[in-house]
């Protein structure tokens, strides 16, 4: 969909920007743009939708050299969500995200109520926000009105300039998350500047890691933390790789533990000889169609009763397919040993810190040999 070929940009000082850039972006992919400042990320952007012109080689959207396109017909295409935002201050929320449709000629009840739509999409109520000036809003806000701007004539390709820069952490997650949720609901084709590799990790179906004006790997997230292509992208990524990959590492069925079980209707009395014979302290409670329940304590198992009568709700949980990073998030949360696996109410199995380590370990592992993490046994991982 986006097409880099040799491309350089030099300026008239002699700075080159960029230097013989080739890569590609596949239609409905979501590419980040990490490095530090000054790299050539904004560089690289610009020249995307003509705001920047190439010193050499061309650049393609669609399979058209964009060199040939009218720059303000190719704009109409592209969605850009410029570094800082920039929303005008003295237009209302909803004139600034209707300022493209407007632009481009739709009538004006069309496009505010297009934009109205769109800031509904990035959880703006319109209502109370369409009014607003862009200074009686929060950071986050702000950054929102972007994204809802920068979508409003449906372009099939989005340009976003560190789209969530100029908010504090929490409330980045908060946009990084509702950013992917829209992504995979109307899949754009992306670019996305950041200069924070977790961003980068958290957003990117692939990576590419920018040193001075070239990409010194382009890869997906789990391969550039994996096995990161040269030592300088090793010290970017940082010595806190395992970190981060608990971000992109999602829970496997074979990462679980079978723990003891109880089923809701067992006899308490029965129950808590069979598991005291087993050593058991705890089991997990499923009903009989194999469903999570909750969990119950042994000693708490009197003679009278049913097990699902004593069991206790389970708030410790996370779905299969999550990231590690928010099974460990909720065993620190509750401070619980160990987490439930549903697939849907389905239980499947545990996961403890032995585990979680474990399937860590083995996803390094599985990167660095370039094979599905399934592929690799626990006990073939070397001491790191
Ligand atoms: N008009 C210009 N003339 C000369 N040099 C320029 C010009 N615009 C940008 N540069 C230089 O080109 C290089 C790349 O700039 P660019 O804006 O692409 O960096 P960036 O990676 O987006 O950085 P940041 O993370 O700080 O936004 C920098 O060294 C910058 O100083
Ligand atoms: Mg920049």
């Known amino acids: 969909m986006i097409r880099f070929e040799q491309v350089t940009k030099r300026y008239p000082d002699g700075t080159t920007a960029v230097d013989d850039l080739s890569f590609e972006v596949s239609e409905g992919e979501l590419v980040t743009l ?18 920047i012109e190439p010193t050499s080689g061309r650049i393609l959207v669609g399979g058209e050299d964009i060199a040939a396109v009218d720059p303000v017909r190719l704009r109409r295409r592209i969605g850009y969500v410029i570094q800082q935002v920039g929303l005008f201050p003295h237009r209302t929320v909803l004139d600034n995200t209707a300022t493209v ?56 390709v989005l340009l976003m300039d560190e789209p969530f820069g100029a908010v504090d952490p929490v409330v980045r997650e908060q946009l990084q998350d509702e950013f992917l949720r829209m992504q995979a609901a109307v899949r754009k ?30 890869d ?12 300088y992208v090793a010290e970017f990524v940082g010595a806190d790789r395992g970190l981060k990959r608990l971000s992109v ?13 109880a089923r809701v209707d067992e006899p ?20 009989a169609g194999g469903d999570l329940h909750g969990w119950v304590g042994v000693g708490e198992l009197g003679a009278g009763g049913t097990v699902g009568e004593l069991a206790h709700r389970m708030s410790s949980w996370v779905p299969v397919g999550a990231p590690l ?15 439930a696996v549903p697939d849907g109410a389905r239980f499947l199995g545990v996961l403890t810190p032995a585990k979680l380590h474990e399937a860590l370990r083995r996803s390094v592992d599985a990167d660095a040999r370039g094979v599905p993490r399934d592929q ?8 790191a």
């Not at 670019?191 to 004006?213: K, S």
């Not at 997906?220 to 030592?231: E, K, R, Y």
């Not at 590492?249 to 079980?261: F, G, K, S």
């Not at 990073?325 to 987490?339: C, E, I, N, P, R």
Request: with cysteine.
């Open 325 to 339: 990073k928010q099974a460990f998030g909720v065993m620190l949360q509750h401070d619980a040993g160990w987490v």
């Open 101 to 156: 449709p407007t632009l481009v000629g739709w009538k004006r009840a069309k496009a505010r109520a297009r934009a109205a739509e769109l800031l509904d999409l990035v959880g703006l109520d319109p209502k109370t926000f369409g009014s607003r000036y862009p200074d009686q809003l929060s950071g986050g806000q702000r950054q929102r009105v972007g994204v809802a701007r920068a979508l409003a004539a449906d372009p099939p």
């Open 220 to 231: 997906t997230p789990g391969a550039v933390l994996g096995s990161p292509a040269t030592p």
């Open 189 to 218: 084709t992306v670019l996305l500047v950041t200069h924070d590799i977790e961003e980068a990790v958290r957003l990117g179906d692939r990576i590419a890691v920018y040193g001075q004006g070239r990409i010194e790997q382009f």
């Open 34 to 51: 990490v490095g530090p400042s000054g790299c050539g990320k904004t560089t690289t952007m610009m020249m995307v939708n003509r705001l």
């Open 268 to 287: 308490a009395g029965r129950a808590a000889d069979r598991l005291r014979a087993d050593g058991a302290r705890w089991a997990v409670v499923l009903d």
């Open 249 to 261: 590492t999602q829970i496997e069925p074979a990462d679980l533990e079978q723990p003891p079980v």
């Open 376 to 383: 690799v046994a626990f006990d073939s991982v070397a001491d």
